[in-house]
């Protein structure tokens, strides 16, 4: 028996709910459902990570996963449990994590689990289904559930049936054998995520509602958290993930995610389930356990980030309303803009992304209000259905603010890193939010800091991070959260606000 040392997925750059969006335009669609062959349906998936990530040997790998589950302390499992969330690393590093979520499926006993996993090793668009009969793993083989496969399939025609994007895939293998130990007698649906964006979770999570409604079945959402940070900014990135999770509040993970606020290998598995166990009853969301691989190895200055988590309908529990964004609190200060002002600048923004598209010359800036020819900074923000498309801003500008809105669209399009540039094709979803700045004051106390006002800069040592007033509203956090929150974004430790060395900036922006 070998167990891996590898403490959780590939190393992922940025955010897997971003990678997965500009990984799906560099191939196209796999083959059509209706071409699913025979050879394809009779197929049993060989385990390949048997041996590395967990034990090869049947009896050492039952006893292993039977260990974990027997040293979960029993917890309040009431209502009906629609959801998990459960971690993919090698057993060493997060199977006693993963035991926390599986206990609760061995007292469920489900006939069907719909495992949702993200791609690590293929670039694709969509989701994929496994066509075969089963999968393999030293317990025995694990069966198909093939009438709920075809059901998505009729219910999500962008569903693929693909083998191949499962061949290398960890994130579904490791589940495996747990679900073979805690729920013996069930049945599998395998989906791998090729595209983790708000879209893409939405449309998943309304197929598999529709088809839970006529067969019942457990989702699993298989993710590790935050990669290869120091153990404490690990937990800090964590703490949001964790935050969003037990708020059942997809909406609010996905935002995160795609903002860099923190990190989810299957952020778009988790953000499905979620979407998915709310509509269909689900008003209870439970951590189970969190810990990461410095926890395990010791090694605390490269870690990986495991949860367990459970999302249940629980009849004691009464669902609130969705959040309104016209209740939402005003954040910001008001700058005198007018609301001529406002709707000229985002008319501004608009066209000269439409012109830069369309390969076009810029047109010229029409003439403006004052408030328009005053210097300032700004920020411009790009979402698409809910999810983060691009924002950059200029901090400190000697422009009239109509010229920095007109640049920093530009930019906001087509140089945001994360992002591959927008295209003229999506220029009819793009929903555009600009922030008017105010100059930035250096503070000599925290307690200077006024959440729903002020917007953050911190800098030490040529390290700097920013974050609008708006984050920390949308998120709901205190002061000290956002100071937290802005240093990991300055990639400094949680704690840097401190520190003596560390210069603390506040600003404030109006918002449209």
Request: hydrophobic residues 40%.
């Amino acid at each position: 028996m070998q167990i891996s040392r590898r403490p959780g997925c590939v190393r992922f750059l940025g955010n897997a709910v971003l990678l997965t969006a500009l990984w799906s335009c560099l191939l196209g669609p796999g083959d059509p459902w209706a071409k699913d062959s025979d050879s394809d349906a009779r197929k049993i998936r060989e385990p390949v990570f048997a041996g590395s990530w967990y034990p090869d040997s049947p009896s050492e790998l039952r006893r292993l996963v039977e260990g974990y589950l027997e040293r979960v302390p029993a917890g309040d499992s009431s209502g009906r449990l629609l959801g998990l969330i459960s971690p993919h690393a090698g057993y060493l590093f997060s199977g006693a994590t993963a035991g926390y979520s599986y206990r609760l499926l061995r007292a469920e006993k489900p006939s069907t689990v719909i495992l949702i996993a993200p791609s690590h090793h293929m670039r694709f668009s969509g989701v994929a289904a496994y066509p075969g009969s089963g999968f393999r793993t030293p317990l025995g083989i694990l069966s198909v559930d093939r009438a709920m496969t075809d059901c998505l399939g009729k219910e999500a025609p962008k569903i693929q049936l693909r083998a191949d994007a499962f061949e290398k895939e960890h994130s579904v293998e490791v589940q495996l054998p747990f679900l073979q130990v805690a729920a013996p007698d069930c049945r599998i649906v395998a989906l791998v995520m090729g595209e983790q964006d708000l879209e893409t979770c939405r449309w998943l999570a309304d197929a598999l509602v529709r088809c839970i409604e006529k067969r019942p079945a457990v989702l699993v959402a298989s993710s590790d958290l935050s990669h290869f940070h120091p153990y404490d900014q690990a937990r800090s990135l964590d703490k949001v993930v964790q935050e969003r999770v037990a708020a059942l509040d997809p909406e609010g993970l996905s935002r995160s995610l795609s903002r860099n606020l923190c990190e989810a290998c299957g952020g778009g598995p988790m953000v499905t389930a979620m979407i998915a166990a709310r509509a269909m009853g689900g008003n209870r969301a439970q951590v189970l356990h969190y810990a990461n691989s410095g926890d395990v190895a010791g090694d605390l200055n490269r870690v990986v980030g495991y949860m367990a988590a459970a999302i249940w309908a629980d009849s004691n529990v009464k669902a609130g309303p969705e959040p309104s964004p016209s209740n939402s609190p005003r954040v910001g200060v008001d700058l005198g803009l007018s609301s001529e002002d406002k709707a000229q600048l985002r008319k501004i923004a608009r066209e000269r992304i439409e012109a830069h598209c369309a390969g076009k010359k810029a047109p010229h800036l029409p003439s403006t209000s004052p408030k328009l020819a005053e210097p300032r900074g700004a920020f411009v923000t790009l979402n698409r259905h809910g999810q983060l498309r691009g924002c950059i801003g200029r901090i400190i500008s000697d422009q009239p603010l109509a010229e920095t809105v007109a640049e920093m669209a530009v930019a906001a399009a087509t140089r945001d890193p994360r992002f591959p540039p927008v295209t003229s094709s999506e220029l009819k979803e793009i929903e555009i939010e600009i922030s008017a700045l105010t100059p930035f004051r250096k503070v000599s106390s925290p307690e200077e800091i006024q959440v729903g006002t002020h917007g953050l800069y911190v800098r030490r040592n040529g390290s700097a991070g920013l974050l609008l007033p708006q984050v920390a509203v949308e998120h709901g956090w205190d002061r000290q959260t956002f100071l937290e929150q802005t240093c990991n974004k300055a990639r400094l430790p949680r704690d840097a606000w401190k520190d003596p060395r560390t210069e603390i900036y506040v600003f404030s922006a109006d918002v449209f």
